[in-house]
Each structure stands twice: as structure tokens, then as C-alpha cells.
């Protein structure tokens, strides 16, 4: 494949703004092709929980998933969020398929270890056990593929996985059919070096600089692994991790971390 | 494509039973390609709006589909039961892909007119619509296609569908691809000839035995519009319609409506 593939990953700031999640589909459908949408489930699958008196239980940020919640969480993420989205892609004429992990095999996982934290029917994946050749004649055909964080173990359990893992995983598989953009949509703007000035993007990140960085503490907190995740993608194949908002998915204001 | 294309439709008492589920996946997975699974909810969706306190409005049969409806069906037929039927075959072996008719746009439907009943978010289908190219993709990849009986306006509306004509509308569909056998597997052995005899399955219906069968009344009730449906699919070009129990999916007992 000659063109890049961008990977493009959204979280719960956009799902869980329908104005916000409309305007991001104008943009993302107005992309050049081959083009993969991922995308997570914001707070909609706590809510349900609610309505329905099932405890949400997180640690460390991570949902724990048991019987009733991989329910909730397949409904909502692969059923609700998936298919809406893909509705308002082909009305922006970006035909588009949903899909989970399941789906064709695409990205298989298995049942995390139950130590030291049992999170219950959580998936991690192997970027190498993505089925490309999948995902390639889909993008051969002018399909965009919108993937749900729902994978399975092969042994017929939906698993719950992390969406940023998901994200990853495809632009390390697809890095084997053309070079590769991951783009992660966030609140921010980019890479911050003052967190209290949402201008101070740093708009290029190499491996070398990031050192620097580090030791001049202009990238702090939360940022940390994701640069750090985002630097591994660089060393396992991944043309370029883009960090920025979503409002901004067809300008340049964003850090752009590469070799 | 030389081999018959199997299109075989299950509905509430297959889903809504795990065990009869799991039975019926095992066999189903045991078929040869290419092949095709439609499914219903069952009573699940209904068991959901319960919990959430949304009423659920039937007129003649058919689920009225207001706004919090379609986010409830969605959830179920597209997520919860897709996507558990798709794990489960592929921890049988058989890839398969989960859709909605808005994936791939595979299936447009249309708003039903709001006279002489509104339904609400009902879409209806024509099989001429239906993007057969794609389905043809899946079945030459060896995946199998599991579509749920939701579909788009392609203004992006997702729309409850009849999951009997979405089965119709497949095979006839499929019908330019190869040879179709159109498989509804309903509670009963097949079209009996003394509803209180479920071993009196009349084995084979053509057109010209039909109107001797309507006119000794060995067909009535619920049955009719079946056969009826099924004549005309067979007009349409599908190769033969097989009526019969889930449970008999392997052998030869049900009805065939053929030419």
C-alpha cells in the first residue's frame, strides 16, 4: 500500500459530546483514504450501569469486568457507539465497517492474569496476531474500518481491552502494509512543555530530544507513558504517533513524535 | 460461485436459550462454506427495556421503535447477541464477521412511511439494494457473515428491521452470487399437515402442490404467509427454502418449498 494508513483513535471527550463526535466524523470522513477509526466508550457504559444498579468498579482507571459488565460494555461499545458511528461515516459517504476483535478474527487477545489485580474479562493483545491481511483487503476495497476496544480469547469470551492498546496494536500490524500515522485525539492540544498554557505544543518529539526533555521536566504527569508508548510504536514500525485534539484532526497543531 | 450458498435465519427460541444456542452454533459451524447466519433478538431487548423502565409497544407483532428503542436494539441485536454468536464461532473454527446492515452499507433500508401505522425507527428493504460484492468478498475469504436485523437510511438513522426479510432479502440477494438455500428454523419440525401431528411435516412444497395443499386446508394459520414469503423468494431466484427446527439443522427432517 503507497498511501500512509492513518490510525486515528478517539476517547470519551468526543464520544460523549454528540455535537463534538458529529463534527470529528465531517473531518475524519474528509480524509484522505486508507483511513481505520478507533474508537473507546466514554462514560455511556457507566451509565447504563447505573440504569441498570451494577456497580462500577475501577482501579487505577482501568474498569473492572465482570459477568454483567462485559454485557454492558459489548452493548454499549460494539453495539451503540460502533454502529452509530458507522451510520454517520456512510452518511458522509466514508462507507465504513464496525467491528470488534472477534470480528473475522481480526485482533485476537487473551484473558489477562488474574494477578496481581483481577480486572475480571479484561484482553491484552499481540500486535503480531492482528489478521492484516484482513484489514488490508478492507482498505483495498475503500472500507474504513471503525474498531470497538472488544476483543476475544478464541475461546468464544468477549474480552474488554484497553482502547490506546487497540489503537497501537493495528498501526503496529498495519506498519507491515505502509507506513503509518497513529493519531491520538485527546483534550489537549499536543504535548504541553507548561500544562498551565495550552499553546505551548512541543511540536516535534524524536527519541534523542526526549531525553532532554525528560531531564528539563517539560513533559510531566500523565504525558509520560504516552510518549513513552508512543516512542515503542516508533521502534516497532509506526511511521508517527500524532498527539492532539480532535477539533484539530485537518490542521497541524499537535506534537508529532518520530524518529 | 460453484457451491451452494447457505442462508439460514434463526430467531427467539434458538437465542434466547444458551444451551439451544450453543447446540445450534456447533452444527451451524459444521456446515460447509459458504453460509450465512441471520439473527433476531428474541426476548432479550425486551427484558432490557423492562430494566431500563422503557416501555416496549408491539402492534401487530411488530416492536414500535421510538428513540430510546432503536438505542436498546442496537445494543442487543448489533453487540450483545452478535457479538457473543461471533466469538463462539470462532472458538468453533469458523471465522465469522458480525454486521448491521449499516457496515459496509451491505444492507439500505428505508424509513417505513409513518401511514397507516407509525412504527417509528423501522426500516424496510429491497434485495436489489443489497451490496452483494461485499457479502461475495467475505464468502471468498472463508468468513462467515453474521448480520443482525438492524440497517441505515444512509442519513444516518439506524432503523429496526425484520430479520425474516433481511434473510429474504440476503438469499435472493446472494441468489446472483450461486445457488441458495434459504433456511428459516422456526419451534416447529417444518410445514405440517396436522398442526397437532409434529411429525406430519409435509417434506416438499411446490408451487403447483401449494394450491391443492391451501385448497384441502393442509395449510393454515401463521403458515401461510410463511409459504407464501417463500414462493416468491423462490420466484426471485433463490434455489430452494427449507423450513425447519433448529434442532434438525444436520438432517433431512423439515420442509423444502422448491420450483
Redesign the interface.
Known amino acids: 500500500m503507497e498511501q500512509k494508513i492513518s490510525i486515528i483513535k478517539i476517547g470519551g471527550n468526543v464520544i460523549d459530546n454528540e455535537s463534538a463526535l458529529q463534527s470529528f466524523l465531517r473531518d475524519f470522513a474528509s480524509l484522505p483514504n486508507p483511513k481505520i477509526l478507533i474508537h473507546g466508550g466514554g462514560k455511556l457504559a457507566s451509565r447504563l450501569s447505573e440504569?441498570?444498579g451494577v456497580e462500577t468498579k475501577m482501579i487505577d482507571g482501568r474498569r473492572v469486568t465482570d459477568d454483567q459488565t462485559i454485557?454492558i460494555v459489548?452493548?454499549?461499545?460494539?453495539?451503540?457507539v460502533?454502529?452509530?458511528i458507522?451510520?454517520?461515516l456512510?452518511?458522509l459517504s466514508c462507507?465504513?465497517?464496525?467491528?470488534?476483535g472477534?470480528?473475522?478474527?481480526v485482533i485476537p487477545s487473551h484473558l489477562r492474569s488474574k494477578e496481581p489485580i483481577d480486572f475480571g474479562w479484561v484482553g491484552d493483545i499481540c500486535p503480531e496476531d492482528i489478521n492484516t491481511d484482513?484489514i488490508a483487503?478492507l482498505l483495498q476495497?475503500g472500507?474504513t474500518p471503525v474498531f470497538c476496544a472488544?476483543t476475544?480469547d478464541?475461546?468464544?469470551?468477549?474480552l474488554n481491552t484497553n482502547a490506546d492498546s487497540v489503537a497501537t496494536g493495528v498501526a503496529l500490524a498495519c506498519s507491515k502494509l505502509g507506513r503509518t500515522s497513529l493519531v491520538f485525539c485527546l483534550e489537549k492540544n499536543g504535548v504541553l512543555s507548561n500544562i498551565d498554557d495550552p499553546n505551548s505544543v512541543i511540536p516535534e518529539i524524536t527519541p534523542t530530544c526526549y531525553v532532554t526533555l525528560r531531564v528539563t521536566q517539560q513533559i510531566q504527569g500523565g504525558m509520560i507513558p504516552k510518549v513513552e508508548n508512543a516512542l515503542k510504536a516508533i521502534d516497532g514500525g509506526v511511521g508517527e504517533v500524532i498527539i492532539k485534539h480532535a477539533d484539530n484532526l485537518l490542521n497541524n497543531i499537535g506534537t508529532v513524535i518520530s524518529k
Not at 74 to 80: E, N, P, Q, R, S
Not at 154 to 158: K, S, W
Request: net charge neutral.
Open positions: 440504569k441498570l454485557d459489548t452493548m454499549v461499545y460494539a453495539g451503540l460502533n454502529k452509530r458507522v451510520a454517520s456512510s452518511a462507507p465504513a465497517l464496525g467491528l470488534c472477534a470480528d473475522g478474527n484482513f483487503s476495497q472500507i472488544i476475544n478464541g475461546e468464544g469470551h468477549l
